[in-house]
Nanobody, 123 residues
Framework: QVQLVESGGGLVQAGGSLRLSCAASGLIFSAHDLGWFRQAPGKEREFVARVSRDGATTDYTDSVKGRFTISRDNAKNTVYLQMNDLKPEDTAVYYC????????????????WGQGTQVTVSS
């Protein structure tokens, strides 16, 4: 079955960097757009970034533009989220998922959610 497994989270000081990875199996990886979402305690899951199946098109939520970069390596079945200049408000569990529609930012349009990886940014 389709499985997405996130890794790379951790505790970092404000201004620091982390790179998240999401390894996929059980699907033709290069045939699917993929996205990153995050959920902070007491808040709804929110869109962070997405990348097209060929990596040519990316979208970001405004709060991470210029700081986060989404990319993918189809040879490794892995999507990445490079996060720079992290802020305390970036603290959340980060999830990757498969986009079932075209350029969607709505989490209800995504499937095959991973278990998430915790990112904590201290001030």
């Amino acid at each position: 079955q389709v499985q997405l497994v996130e890794s790379g989270g951790g505790l970092v000081q404000a201004g620091g960097s982390l790179r998240l990875s999401c390894a996929a199996s059980g699907l033709i990886f290069s045939a699917h757009d993929l996205g990153w979402f995050r959920q902070a305690p007491g808040k709804e899951r929110e869109f962070v970034a997405r990348v097209s199946r060929d990596g040519a098109t990316t979208d970001y939520t405004d709060s991470v533009k210029g700081r986060f970069t989404i990319s993918r390596d189809n040879a490794k079945n892995t999507v990445y989220l490079q996060m720079n200049d992290l802020k305390p408000e970036d603290t959340a569990v980060y999830y990757c998922a498969r986009d079932r529609f075209y350029r969607s930012t709505n989490p209800s349009n995504y499937a095959n959610w991973g278990q998430g990886t915790q990112v904590t940014v201290s001030s």
